[in-house]
């Protein structure tokens, strides 16, 4: 009888442990699932002798769920602020648009077919920067690279430029080198030609540009250094966002998207740019990995 009694106390022992076990672990899931729901469940290293497969699975399933969902948040974000965007910088050509068409319909004059003209390519202008900008942030653009020089690219960028420099009497000091890499020529014309444009937009007339081309031991590198009053450090890091307009930029052309533009473009290239003051002088920083 004793030793009935004792396997059965044994037995219950057992069962009480086990029970015990799973509760905890059952609390556990439970604790997983109302973080998960939460949105802030972390993955964990599981070990199986301490919870089934059944849990590691879900588990997993859960963190998977949350991970879609917060790009799905994030790709909804990045849309509702680009139809907002959208809708704030062409409110104003809309306007004058729609304001000059009427004064030409009371009176015609040749000022206002210029001044509409005028309205109509900046509202083509900035659309077409703006699907350009939404292309490269929405990864739709798969860069087309072969073998090319990026000293090649900056003199292709600079001639484009030989009427405005020689009309503000702005110079291009050019130090350079072969800098033969895998790169979009297309793409990365694009950029640097935002980069030239900006600096000459802000260089005063008699002043000159910095452009240097070099490799150095681990990148290849370009830097573009301008006069830029009235600019500060702590404007340097929105200086490449979207529709960013310093107060030095008031009286200058431009709807604020030539360097979000070059900074997409260069980072796709696997590449990195920064912005560094000096005094009244900006020099951008671009390099390309070996």
């Known amino acids: 009888m004793e030793i009935l009694v004792c396997v059965l106390v044994i037995i219950i022992g057992i069962l009480s442990y ?6 905890n672990e059952m609390l556990e899931l439970s604790s997983y699932i109302d973080k998960a729901l939460d949105g802030n469940l972390e993955i964990t290293e599981f070990d199986e002798k301490e919870l089934s497969k059944i ?3 879900l588990i997993k399933f859960l963190y998977a769920t949350q991970v879609k969902e917060s790009k799905l948040n994030a790709e909804k974000n990045k849309t509702k602020d680009l139809i ?13 648009l729609s304001l000059y068409i009427n004064l030409l319909e009371k009176e015609p004059k040749e000022d206002y077919i210029e001044i509409i003209k005028y309205e109509l390519d900046k509202l083509k202008f900035l659309i077409d920067n703006l699907v350009k900008s939404s292309r490269l942030e929405s990864n739709i653009i798969v860069l087309q690279k072969n ?29 350079s080198e072969d800098c033969i890499f895998e790169l979009d020529e297309r793409w990365l014309k694009e950029a640097i030609h935002n980069l030239v444009d900006n600096a000459i937009k802000y260089s005063s007339n008699h002043s000159t540009i910095n452009i240097s081309i070099y490799k150095s031991y681990l990148n290849y590198n370009l ?13 340097l890091p929105k200086i490449f966002e979207r ?6 930029s008031i009286s200058k052309d431009g709807i604020g998207l030539g360097l979000f533009i070059s900074r997409e ?4 290239h696997g590449g990195n740019i920064k912005a560094s003051l000096n005094k009244e002088k900006i020099k951008f920083s671009v390099d390309f990995p070996l």
């Open 265 to 268: 473009i260069i980072e796709k």
């Open 223 to 235: 830097d573009i250094e301008n006069e830029c009053k009235d600019l500060s450090e702590e404007a």
């Open 55 to 57: 849990k590691s699975k």
């Open 147 to 175: 073998s090319a020089n990026l000293k090649d690219l900056v003199n292709k960028v600079l001639g484009e430029f030989n009427s405005i420099l020689t009309e503000k009497n702005v110079k291009v000091s050019l130090t």
């Open 84 to 96: 907002a965007d959208i809708s704030h910088q062409t409110k104003t050509p809309i306007t004058n």
């Open 243 to 248: 529709f960013y307009r310093g107060k030095n």
């Open 18 to 23: 086990e029970y015990i076990v799973l509760r």
